[in-house]
């Protein structure tokens, strides 16, 4: 079956006709050519396809598209530019919280999302509220230090 | 916390604690200028990609869309262990969308050979006479989606007749024992691979496709002669790499005889020579890109998913994307099982006498790299002691299991596993400390290794020393258990390990000085977020004097980048690394006489730094490189170009003995102290402190060799707490992140230490070594004997989870009221 909707993504309005099935992450990725929502599990448990909806973090991997209707969709494209990084971005870089990046975007928005409900969590707190993103590398320590200085900088 | 104290510097500004030159002019600095010269070399530098990185624009192989793509997916087999009667894929082919079947039967009527693989030519990229493990790929197909393409495969009809399967290592050596392969062809890719046995003709005669052994003094004498004899058995079962970006590749051929192909691999160069093999191509019409990799941990090595998209882009007439599924990670690539009996003998004075080990790994359907890793993990098995008498035989085994080849460490977290848990048993019953047993017999400086090769540059009693002291081992034991929490026991424990670098090897790179001195470094090295690009700018930096915000890497690219054997092994900051810094000073030594000429000094006299140079008498006085480029060609114009080649190369084992007096170029090494938590009521474990310290020779970037060792360190306390691939008759049962838990947030260890030791080699750049595996060596063993150490029981196969903690607890209580 067919839905006609209509979605805001990064500030940039778009209607279209989308597949009961097709997800969200599909529809970011294939159609609007954003890459930095990733799969890497398909099951909403990784965190690596994090995008917000009106605001809310989900897993897009597992987000039907139709379901995006009348909504405002923000990826970590739509957050910081290299011209004009958001402070949680400049706080990632200057803590080095990365390896191979893979996890980051979803990590960013998350981080973002955490600061807006507890400007200045505890590392407890960060580990309980990021626990739903996984990174391999695990740079986990350092993406902690980068969300404590994101504290600090948002 | 690993990070650095103080945030990163912006790039550009983090040169050394000397950090000079101001904002003066081209060409002059004023009177206050400083002659110092700047040392890149040794400072804490961001990542060169990082705004792409928390922008999201890093390019990945999956981000790629050509015109015309195709979707390439594969059938795979349900049964085990059979014999292929029929393939019927034509309703598959009739479906509209679907450009291309491919089926066994249908490779054997092309133009190419089918079969590949690093050590034994024994894998097909669809299985053509039999399946051999639940996964194994029958039928590809090509489809304008996705979705098309999943409903041609369940068109596709397969008729097997099943054969007994074996799955255990230990049964699938038995005589008897179903047989997996049936001939062994070595691939005679690799020059440490000679010792491969095999042929086109000759019929294989046991799963085992090879064996490693090693005879040093006498063992049996030395057994004979020690106070007390050790004999014990570990083992740990395949775990999954689970870097969090699939494999995925994309092939595009023009004019029928030039392949392109963009893949998410650690091997460009590797996969290039096996295409051109596979399709009788010369090398030169095969091209290999390698963007950014989303982690490899060593599952993106040789060829996984080249073959096939390549076979399909093909006969579709279009390119073609394949890329996998979380689930057929599981069945592509694992981490190698292992089994291994271990006899010791040691003498009262606590000196260790004879070791005897037989080990088997457990490689699946298909060898993969497992031969390799059964012959360089081979070297160390005995441990890194210096012990008189040992034998080693080390057989790779196939089973009709995913396949498994490398995983970080290849093959030293396994042995390791097994030789530093018997350390600390013995220590224990011997009475004596773990930490001194191990600084007792741990191989120094000048010592000669259970191989015949010396031991040189290598701080592993450093290491040793430095976790130990970190976790406060020799200090008064924790409060434990603290009174207001009874049932949570604490322990302390420790492990170490060494390794042999991957010898022979050769690694090649090309820097370029453009126009207005800007530079280029063309390296096949992968950047898989293990910080490559950084560091060999770092070097480049160095040698040149250059910013490194003047540095761009170029990812391999086959037509452009030169040869590099693999990303892979610890290998990439001592082979990649000294063969930047061999082409910058090639760069170096056209580009110094120039700036001699102009700033009329002698070449000696001449240093540089900022991207300036100058003669080391008149610090006021100096030139860019962009300056020297125009000099050079008379207007902006020209390319300088410098080559380095760096190679290293060794004495083969001896067949009989596994003795050669050059195995390695070097050593790497690394040790671990841990203390944790038990919770004697449910047999939880928690890691309070991690120590681990690793040997890097000399750190040249030391952010990303602290965040390197504490991601080997976290990543390493997965297959030791939680990872285990769990087979049901051969069936992968917990392919998702569902059911197969890799460490997050919530599993950290209460602290963890990553430490440096500098031992400096002196082949390698600025006296740097490998160091990307040395941090998950001894992981699980020193977890293990911390657990041993709180609640007197041992659990003796990997993973420790609760349940089996809490069942060796028991039986540790109830051995203990008997």
């Known amino acids: ?154 | 916390m690993s990070g650095a104290t103080s945030p990163l510097p912006v790039s550009g500004e983090g040169v050394g604690e000397r950090a000079i030159l101001g904002s003066a002019g081209e060409g002059h600095l004023g009177a206050t200028g400083v002659s110092a010269v700047p040392t890149i070399i040794g400072t804490d530098q961001p990542r060169l990609e990082s705004v792409a990185k928390v922008t999201g624009q890093l390019e990945f192989v999956d981000n790629l869309e050509l015109p015309g793509m195709l979707h390439g997916m594969l059938l795979r087999s349900l049964v085990a262990h059979g014999r292929i009667r029929r393939v019927d894929a034509s309703r598959a082919r009739r479906l509209p969308g679907v450009y291309a079947v491919l089926t066994g039967a249908d490779l054997l009527a092309m133009p190419i050979d089918p079969y590949t693989g690093p050590a034994f030519k024994d894998q097909t990229p669809l299985a053509i006479d039999k399946v051999r493990y639940v996964g194994d790929p029958i039928a590809a197909v090509a489809a304008v989606d996705r979705e098309t393409a999943e409903e041609a495969l369940e068109l596709i009809d397969v008729e097997i007749e099943e054969l007994p399967a074996v799955f255990d290592v230990v049964a699938a050596l038995e005589p008897g024992a179903p047989l997996i392969s049936e001939r062994l062809v070595p691939a005679g890719t690799f020059a440490d691979l000679i010792e491969l046995i095999g042929g086109e003709d000759v019929a294989a005669t046991s799963n085992a496709c090879f064996q490693y052994k090693l005879r040093r003094g006498d063992v049996e004498q030395g057994l004979r002669r020690a106070d007390r004899v050790f004999t014990h058995t570990f083992s740990n079962p395949p775990s999954q790499h689970a870097d969090l970006e699939y494999h995925c590749s994309v092939a595009q051929w023009t004019g029928g005889d030039k392949l392109h192909v963009w893949s998410a691999t650690q091997s460009p160069s590797y996969v290039r020579i096996m295409l051109s093999n596979m399709f009788h191509l010369p090398e030169s019409h095969v091209r290999v890109e390698v963007p950014y990799l989303g982690g490899g941990f060593g599952s993106k090595l040789y060829m996984k998913l080249e073959p096939i998209a390549s076979i399909l882009a093909r006969a579709a007439g279009r390119p073609v994307k394949v890329r996998l599924s979380r689930r057929e990670e599981f069945l592509t690539i694992t981490k190698h099982g292992l089994t291994a009996e271990l006899r010791t003998g040691v003498t009262n004075d606590g000196r260790i006498l004879a070791r005897d080990c037989r080990i088997m790994w457990d490689t699946g359907a298909y060898a993969d790299i497992g031969p390799r890793v059964t012959h360089k993990s081979g070297y160390t098995s005995a441990g890194p002691y210096d012990i008189p008498n040992v034998r080693i035989d080390s057989f790779s085994v196939y089973t009709n299991k995913p396949p498994a080849g490398a995983f970080r460490g290849f093959g030293i977290m396994q042995v390791c596993w097994a030789y530093e848990s018997q350390m600390d048993i013995i220590a224990k019953e011997m009475g004596w400390d773990p930490v001194e047993f191990r600084l007792r017999n741990v191989l120094r400086e000048g010592d000669v290794q259970a191989t015949g090769t010396t031991v040189s540059s290598m701080g592993l009693a450093d290491c040793i020393e430095t976790v130990a002291d970190a976790i406060g081992m020799r200090g008064p034991r924790p409060e434990s258990p603290p009174s207001d929490a009874p049932h949570l026991v604490r322990g302390r424990g420790i492990g170490c390990s060494m390794k042999a670098v991957i010898t022979p090897s050769a690694a090649e790179a090309t820097v370029q000085m453009h126009a207005d001195g800007s530079i280029s470094i063309l390296t096949s090295a992968v950047e898989m977020g293990q910080g490559s690009d950084t560091l060999l700018s770092q070097i480049v930096a160095e040698e040149l004097g250059v910013r490194m915000d003047q540095i761009s890497v170029v990812h391999p690219d086959t037509d452009v980048t030169p040869y590099d054997l693999i990303s892979a092994g610890s290998r990439t900051t001592f082979h990649m690394g000294k063969a930047v810094e061999i082409a910058a000073g090639e760069l170096r030594e056209q580009i110094w006489p120039i700036a001699a000429e102009l700033l009329d000094a002698a070449p000696a006299e001449l240093v540089a730094g900022d991207g300036r140079i100058w003669a080391v008498s008149v610090p006021d006085h100096a030139l860019t490189f962009g300056r020297l480029m125009t000099t050079r060609f008379g207007m902006r114009a020209g390319t300088l170009i410098g080559n380095g080649i760096f190679e290293t190369h060794h004495a083969p084992t001896d067949h009989e003995t596994g003795q050669s007096e050059n195995v390695t170029a070097h050593w790497l090494c690394g040790a671990t102290a841990a203390e944790v938590e038990v919770d004697v009521e449910t047999g939880k474990v928690r890691i309070v402190d991690l120590a681990t310290a690793v040997d890097v020779g000399k750190a040249i970037n030391p952010f990303a060799c602290r965040q390197q060792i504490a991601g080997a360190s976290i990543q390493g306390t997965g297959p030791t707490l939680m990872e285990e691939i769990i087979l049901s008759d051969g069936q992968v049962a917990n392919p998702s992140f569902v059911d197969y838990k890799i460490p997050s947030f919530e599993d950290l260890p209460g602290r963890m230490q990553p430490l440096i030791v500098e031992h400096p080699h002196p082949d390698g750049p600025s006296g740097a070594k490998g160091m990307g595996e040395a941090g998950i060596f001894a992981i699980a063993p020193a977890i293990a004997n911390a657990v041993a150490d709180a609640v007197g029981a041992r659990v003796p196969n990997l993973p420790l989870t609760p349940e089996k903690v809490l069942r060796a607890i028991r039986a540790a209580q109830q051995d203990g009221q008997r």
Not at chain 1, 23 to 48: H, N, Q, V
Not at chain 1, 121 to 128: R, V
């Open chain 1, 1 to 154: 079956m067919k839905h006609e909707i209509a979605l805001t993504v990064n500030g940039r309005e778009h209607r279209l006709t989308v597949e009961s099935q097709r997800t969200l992450l599909e529809f970011i990725r294939d159609d609007l050519k954003l890459f930095g929502a990733r799969e890497s599990c398909g099951m909403s448990l990784c965190g690596a396809c994090t995008v917000l909806v009106d605001g809310v973090p989900v897993s897009s991997c597992s987000y039907l598209a139709a379901r995006a209707n009348g909504k405002t969709i923000t990826t970590v494209e739509g957050l910081g530019t290299p011209d004009n990084l958001h402070p949680v971005q400049r706080a990632f870089i200057e803590r080095g919280g990365f390896q191979c990046s893979y996890c980051t975007p979803g990590m960013i928005l998350m981080t973002t999302c955490l600061l807006q409900e507890n400007p200045h969590p505890s590392i407890e707190e960060i580990k309980d509220y990021l626990s739903g993103n996984l990174c391999r590398c695990s740079t986990y320590e350092d993406i902690i230090q980068s969300v404590l200085a994101a504290a600090e900088l948002v």
